[in-house]
């Protein structure tokens, strides 16, 4: 499975963004899609995550309410809507893919960088 992350940009505090995820290869062994964020001089904090055929979510609190995780499964694609946007929400943000036989998420994308202005 590989994952592509797009959609970052610069936004202000307050506004909105969707993040946008695709994945190729197989994805009938894939349990859960998430996506983590990473801050500069941070570690890696975990954001959301979404059963990949069941649909059920998982949210951080700090995200909880303002954030939205969603598929498309036909098209392979994994979405996070980013709503009322605080300068701490700024970070590398990937989407991951945790396949039924792991504990851990096993396949990483590329972060795609949202920056929030004050």
């Known amino acids: 499975v590989q994952l592509q992350g797009s959609g970052g940009g610069l936004v202000q505090a307050g506004d909105s963004l969707r993040l946008s995820c695709a994945a190729s290869?197989?994805?009938?062994?894939?349990?859960?899609m998430g996506w983590f964020r990473q801050a500069p001089g941070k570690g890696r904090e975990f954001v959301a995550s979404?059963?990949?055929?069941?649909?059920?979510?998982d949210y951080a609190d700090s995200v909880e309410g303002r954030f939205s995780i969603s598929t498309d499964i036909r098209k392979q694609m994994v979405f996070l809507q980013m709503n009322s946007v605080t300068p701490e929400d700024a970070a590398a943000y990937y989407c991951a893919a945790r396949s039924h036989w792991s504990d851990e998420y096993n396949f990483w994308g590329q972060g795609t960088q949202v920056t929030v202005s004050s």
């Open positions: 290869g197989r994805m009938t062994g894939i349990y859960n």
């Open positions: 979404i059963r990949w055929r069941q649909g059920s979510t």
